[in-house]
């Protein structure tokens, strides 16, 4: 047992990396995390994942069932992988089940939204991003403006975060 009190920060940067380690370990080899995970699969995101349910009204109030109709149409058919997901291979609920999977394996999950022509035929998709890729410790207390990062996250002078420091996964930067 510790006999001094450690800081939250302190605990992460200490012991992310080995609990997350160990979490995932668990989740391939270990019957009782297996199910775990499968129950979150099922009870959380669902046979169909998280649905919208458009509800534009008219100016008298009632239900614009014309436009709600094409809003929902153009939701499901954004959905397919090759919309939605940046890669064009995980549909809408596929990258549900990540997020969850994530959340309950490793403590968080972190997805990016992608804008623009590498997005796809919408214009907007989504990325799923590994979090053990934003360093826990990864610290800098001194920036320009009273910023600071701390495990890999970038804050403003008041604790808003305004970015997220990854290590990457390309060849050509381990080069350098």
């Known amino acids: 047992w510790g006999t001094m009190p450690l800081t939250a920060d302190d605990v992460v940067r200490r012991n992310l990396r080995v609990l997350v380690a160990r979490s995932r370990e ?3 080899n270990n019957d009782y995390a297996k199910k775990f995970m499968q129950m979150n699969r099922q009870n959380v995101v669902g046979p169909r994942g998280v649905q919208l349910q ?3 009204r008219d ?4 239900l614009d069932t014309l436009a709600n109709d094409a809003i929902e149409r153009a939701w499901r058919d954004w959905s397919r992988p090759e919309n939605c997901d940046v890669t064009g291979v995980q549909s809408l609920r596929s990258l549900q089940n990540s997020a969850v999977m ?4 490793d403590g968080e999950f972190m997805i ?3 804008t623009g022509t590498d997005a796809g035929p919408w214009g907007i998709a989504l990325q799923v991003l590994d979090p053990q890729r934003c360093a826990p410790d990864n610290d ?13 996250i970038e ?3 008041f604790g ?5 420091h990854f290590t990457t996964t390309d060849p050509e930067d381990d080069q350098d």
């Open 26 to 28: 668990q989740v391939a």
């Open 59 to 62: 100016s008298d109030g009632t």
């Open 160 to 164: 808003r975060p305004v970015a997220y």
């Open 112 to 114: 990016r939204i992608v």
């Open 140 to 152: 800098q207390l001194r920036l320009k403006g009273g910023r600071f990062i701390r495990h890999g």
């Open 54 to 56: 458009a509800q534009s």
């Open 102 to 105: 994530g959340a309950a394996r």
């Open 155 to 157: 804050f403003n002078r």
